[in-house]
């Protein structure tokens, strides 16, 4: 499969295009960024051709069999769409947008096309945690869980890259690490039916969740975490006691190579994933839903 990427920024750099790259399965078809030189830097780096601009887009889809995005999602939204206009399947990244309305514009384009999605949502395919959620799942019986996604990214000293990054910055946790939560959440107890959502200290964003199964959630979200405090943690309780997620569930890299193989099995077979395009937009209308009940942000 001829695999274009959208995006050249620290996340294309450290997993798409490497991941793309190295598939057996897929030839990276093209990078396009909207910095040339960022485009060109990690063109050059894995041997593929640079595109930027209006045409650059167009001309990588038109090299493409589908493509893989690492833009932000309000940049992602309407390039999805049109990606899908054109006939390529999409690898999107979490969330898919921040608004219903361009979360459903891709999805219904993605149905008009007849084109495969998927949403990498990393846990979900991660080699550590995919089969743990899906034992869960299948499991059922569950009473309760609580998910914890607790960064420190704009910590005195610290160094990442995404830092810099304005959407981050704009939303905060309830949309950058509030995706990954759900994508473990929904699948073991269900569609959300109710969302209750309150502010905490910085970014920290506190959910109550009820769930279809009739079980109940509670989830705490947060980039601007005191360094101490960081931490990811899921866990379920029911009738056959407690359980909670491994720890270290496996490498991005890993993750988003088990994603484009989702990709390639829908495409090819015309089986729907169950993290695709539509369950994007039903986390994007979970996380708008809270976002309406949130005051501003205040510092910690």
């Given amino acids: 499969m001829r695999i274009g990427l959208l995006g050249a920024g620290p996340w294309a750099r ?21 910095r040339p030189e960022a485009a060109d830097a990690l063109a050059a780096a894995h041997g593929t051709r640079a595109y930027t601009g209006d045409a650059g887009i167009g001309a990588l889809l038109d090299a493409s069999d589908a493509v893989a995005f690492a833009v932000p999602p309000d940049v992602q939204a309407p390039l999805a769409a049109r990606a899908a206009a054109a006939g390529c399947h999409l690898l999107m990244d979490k969330p898919v947008a ?26 979900r395919f991660a080699g550590g945690t995919a089969g743990w959620i899906a034992e869960q799942a299948a499991a059922g019986g569950w009473f309760t869980a609580r998910a914890l996604w607790l960064g420190a990214l704009y910590a005195p000293g610290t160094s990442s890259e995404f830092a810099a ?9 309830l949309w950058d690490v509030g995706p990954h939560a759900l994508s473990v959440l929904i699948p073991v107890l269900g569609e959300v039916t109710e969302v209750v959502a309150a502010r905490g ?5 506190h959910l109550l969740l009820r769930h279809t199964s009739g079980a109940s959630s509670t989830v705490t979200l947060a980039l601007d975490a005191p360094v101490g405090a960081v931490g990811t943690e899921v866990e379920f309780r029911g009738e056959r006691g407690t359980t909670a997620l491994p720890e ?13 193989d989702a990709l390639i099995d829908a495409a090819r077979t015309g089986v729907a994933h169950p993290c695709d395009v539509r369950f994007g937009l039903r986390v994007t209308e979970v996380l708008v839903g809270a976002e309406a009940q949130l005051g501003p942000v205040t510092a910690a």
């Fill in 14 to 34: 450290m997993t798409q295009a490497p991941a793309l790259a190295a598939h057996p399965g897929v030839v990276l078809s093209g990078v396009w960024g909207r």
């Fill in 98 to 123: 921040t608004t219903v309305a361009a979360a459903r514009e891709v999805a219904e384009a993605a149905e008009r096309a007849s084109v495969a999605s998927v949403v990498f949502c990393t846990l």
């Fill in 165 to 173: 990054s304005p959407w981050r910055r704009e939303k905060g946790g």
């Fill in 201 to 205: 200290p910085a970014d920290a964003t």
């Fill in 248 to 260: 270290g569930g496996g490498d991005a890299l890993g993750a988003f190579g088990a994603a484009v």
